[in-house]
Nanobody, 114 residues
Framework: QVQLTESGGGLVQAGGSLRLSCAASGIVFSINPMGWYRQAPGKQRELVAVISSRGGSTNYADSAKGRFTISRDNAKNTVYLQMNSLKPEDTAVYYC???????WGQGTQVTVSS
């Protein structure tokens, strides 16, 4: 079965950095565009960034542009989200998502303190 396992979340001070990872299994990872989403308490889940299957194309939410970088390593079946200059409003559960097949990971908590 398809499994997406996120890691790398945690508690960080404003201005700090975190790198999230999502390891995928049960899919042909190299042909799947991938995305990172987040959901803050009381808010809807929102798109953060997406990356094409080979990594040549990326798109970001306005809130992530200039601070976050999505990347992937198809040899490791892993997609990453490097988050810099974190703000308290980035606090959320971050989810990995397969664009094809609509699979989700269990999420990883990111908390940014002011």
């Amino acid at each position: 079965q398809v499994q997406l396992t996120e890691s790398g979340g945690g508690l960080v001070q404003a201005g700090g950095s975190l790198r999230l990872s999502c390891a995928a299994s049960g899919i042909v990872f190299s042909i799947n565009p991938m995305g990172w989403y987040r959901q803050a308490p009381g808010k809807q889940r929102e798109l953060v960034a997406v990356i094409s299957s080979r990594g040549g194309s990326t798109n970001y939410a306005d809130s992530a542009k200039g601070r976050f970088t999505i990347s992937r390593d198809n040899a490791k079946n892993t997609v990453y989200l490097q988050m810099n200059s974190l703000k308290p409003e980035d606090t959320a559960v971050y989810y990995c998502h397969t664009i094809n097949g609509n699979y989700w990971g269990q999420g990883t908590q990111v908390t940014v303190s002011s």
